[in-house]
């Protein structure tokens, strides 16, 4: 889902933002303070020195040392890949706790890029040690799909078109849908999403083991 996050509680459709450019993070939200403490706890928990989870990410050590620092735009690419390497969901990154009653209003809420495609990942509803789920609102257009590596082992990804069309699936096998269509797939297996029409939005709840 898989970067993303990944929204929107208000009477009326949820939709894409209109507001534009769409930054790799919504700066309203602060949330590269809360990616950078959660990094540093994280990775404390683990044990792993800041060497030995850039390795285990694929990412350069001073990429993560700006991170935990606060600094940078990461791209969802690049939480997911430190999520997995710390054998997290991806929201445990990039959320910050919440109210009893939560309202993300449409085009706010924890947003993140995609380094591949025009596709954007808000995080709505962050799972627990209870809850083992993630909701995000994903929106992409048409042009070079997003082709996603595994997530941590035993992820299931279920999806549902609120508008547009997409294909989206196991890489080797993705599906054609259109609005209101639903999908689940293995999220610990190399997947992907491709918008075929303009203005394409989804629901995508991500479920941990």
Known sequence: MPV???PPEQPGPVGPATQSPVAHLAATQSPVAHLAAALRRERDRAGLSLTELARRAGIAKSTLSQLEAGNGNPSVETV???GVALGIPFSRLIEPPSPAVHVIRAGDG???RSDQADFTGTLLSPGSSHVRRDIYLIELEPGVG???QPHIPGSV???????GRMRTGPASDPVELGP???IAFAGDAPHRYEALTPGTFA?????HP
């Open 203 to 207: 629901v995508l709840v991500m479920e």
């Open 146 to 148: 997003r082709e996603a």
């Open 157 to 163: 990804e279920h999806l549902v078109v609120a508008a």
């Open 80 to 82: 997911w890949a430190l």
């Open 110 to 112: 924890p947003r993140l």
């Open 180 to 182: 209101g269509d639903y």
């Open 4 to 6: 993303t996050p990944s």
